[in-house]
């Protein structure tokens, strides 16, 4: 069991990625914590997650509301007295080609994506530098390294999202905390579920491997980079995306 007695919080984790990245650190002994939106879809994971662990649990949050996560993370904090792991996964995308995009879009995402991020890490960080031990990870996008057209606020939020994991680690780098951006390629989720076919296929003519990854591909990075194998890690961002970005 390679987490074992840690106690793992993971935002968007109901379904996709985080449900994944979840499943697979509840499957080596880590108590995981999932933060979502609806309440019926965060019931429906941890019951899943309980048949792996049985310390699985939700709590409503949206990573926008500076308050409720401060709140959660202190309820979460009480109920576990320790807090060894941040996935900062929750993410959305609303594309339009830059000359059409609605401010209120590019606000919503950079929001959820960039601010949701900052927002969960500087609220775990006081706990992470009270037991001087901890393990940031953000899910940015290959999309924060390439840009995208039609993708201008889910780029920046993603670039910025690597930006942030540097200063992460420089910042909390001398208390044992380590932060690592993964930067996922083209993953099957809902997020691409609304792509046709033909999109589909013609990503996969420019990935190496041909192929879109799975949630499983992202969940085995993110425990190898929680674990203590990567104890001499941080500051990166590791690219899952069969070799679209090289
Ligand atoms: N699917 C891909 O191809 C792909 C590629 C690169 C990066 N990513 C990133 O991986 C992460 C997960 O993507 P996915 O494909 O599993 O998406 P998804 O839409 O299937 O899941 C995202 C989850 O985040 C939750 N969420 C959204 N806004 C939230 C908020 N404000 N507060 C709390 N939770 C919120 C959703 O309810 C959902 O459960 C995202 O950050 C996404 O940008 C995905």
């Given at each position: 069991m390679r987490l074992e007695n840690k106690v793992a919080v993971i935002t968007g984790g109901a379904r996709g990625i985080g449900y994944s990245?979840?499943?697979k650190f509840a499957s080596e002994g880590a108590k995981v914590v999932i933060l979502d939106l609806n309440q019926d879809s965060i019931d429906k994971a941890v019951a899943k997650?309980?048949?792996l662990q049985e310390d699985a649990t939700g709590y409503i949050a949206d990573v926008t509301n500076s308050q409720q996560i401060t709140d959660i993370?202190?309820?979460i904090y009480?109920?576990?007295k320790q807090i060894d792991i941040l996935v900062n996964n929750a993410g959305i995308t609303k594309d339009n080609l830059m000359m059409r995009m609605k401010e209120e879009d590019w606000d919503a995402v950079i929001n959820v994506n960039l601010k949701g991020t900052f927002n969960c890490t500087q609220k775990v960080s006081r706990y992470m530098m009270k037991q001087k031990n901890g393990v940031i990870l953000n899910i940015a996008s290959v999309i924060g390294i390439m840009g995208n057209?039609?993708?201008?606020?889910?780029a920046a939020s993603?670039?910025?999202?690597?930006a942030l994991t540097k200063s992460t680690a420089k910042e909390f780098a001398s208390r044992n905390i380590r932060a690592n951006a993964i930067a996922p390629g083209f993953i099957k989720t809902e997020m691409t579920d609304n792509l046709s076919q033909e999109v589909i296929d013609k990503y996969a003519?420019?990935?190496p491997l041909n192929r879109?990854?799975?949630p499983h591909d992202v969940a085995n990075l993110c425990l190898f980079l929680a674990s203590e194998e990567a104890n001499y890690i941080t500051g990166q961002t590791i690219c899952v995306d069969g070799g679209l970005v090289m």
């Open positions: 990245i979840a499943e997650l309980n048949k993370f202190k309820q009480k109920r576990f057209a039609g993708q201008a606020n889910y993603k670039g910025g999202i690597i003519e420019v990935i879109m990854g799975t």
